[in-house]
């Protein structure tokens, strides 16, 4: 029980990391934001945000507390970094994004 209690900080964290991150990447690019996407904008922005503050919160566990237990604070680091990476390749890398129609619009002289 007592490494439980030891480890419970950063599994918070590092959970609320990945949970905010994916929901960052789901409200992005899967959220109907109805014609002009506007209305998941500030869904994106309070994601992020909290994604970010997570991530912040779970930096300052991971340096400041559990002076062993490396491994687990490795395997833990590395899920963290995989999600958070991801989300941002996903957000940076627009040529890889596929599936979305330029609009475009006719006018008649």
């Known amino acids: 029980m007592n490494t439980i209690a030891k480890r419970l900080p950063i599994l918070i964290t590092s959970a609320g990391t990945v949970f905010f991150g994916l929901l960052t990447y789901y409200f992005q690019f899967y959220g109907d ?3 002009d996407g506007l209305s998941m904008f500030f869904f994106i922005i309070i994601a992020g945000l909290a994604c ?3 991530l912040l919160a779970f930096l300052g566990v991971l340096a400041f507390t ?14 963290v970094l995989a999600m958070f990476c991801f989300v941002l390749w996903k957000t940076f890398y627009a040529s890889e994004i596929t599936g979305y129609e330029v609009e475009t619009m006719e006018a008649l002289e």
């Open 33 to 35: 934001g109805g014609a």
């Open 66 to 79: 559990n002076k062993g237990d490396t491994l687990f604070k490795m395997i833990i680091s590395g899920i």
């Open 52 to 54: 970010i503050g997570f």
